[in-house]
């Protein structure tokens, strides 16, 4: 359930991008949107993959060196993948740094986490 929140979240972000913001966000039809959020969305799956692979890896003593840069680099993750879709997917658009930056924001302040329940 929280992988189809966070999908329609980043599609709903893409949306209001592309239609409120034009000048920063273009995104050409709505097949780009779709596959743009997909994409987004199958980057991060990847990346939980790798995460809870590395944290297993831990006892084995190969998880305390990727955990750390793995950590690291979800901070540079979003922008990474937006820019990534701006240079590969025909039809996606983000203009400017800032744009960036703001997409990052949102998209982070909206995605659904998952609450770990107390034994």
């Known amino acids: 359930m929280k992988n189809i929140l966070n999908f329609a ?5 893409f949306w209001a991008g592309n239609e409120y913001f034009p000048q920063h966000v273009s995104i050409l039809d709505t097949k780009t949107l779709l596959i743009a959020s997909a994409l987004m969305f199958i980057i991060s799956y990847l990346y939980g993959l790798a995460m809870v692979f590395s944290l297993l890896l831990i006892p084995v003593g ?3 060196l990727t955990t750390p840069a793995l950590m690291l680099a979800s901070i540079i993750l979003t922008p990474i993948k937006l820019w990534l879709l701006d240079l590969y997917l025909p039809g996606f658009e983000i203009h400017g740094f800032w ?8 998209l982070s302040i909206f995605t659904v986490k ?4 107390k034994r």
Request: charged share 10%; hydrophobic share 55%; with cysteine.
């Open 9 to 13: 979240v980043t599609l709903l972000v």
């Open 62 to 64: 190969i998880g305390c």
């Open 99 to 106: 744009t960036y930056v703001v997409l990052t924001i949102v």
């Open 114 to 117: 998952v609450k770990k329940q």
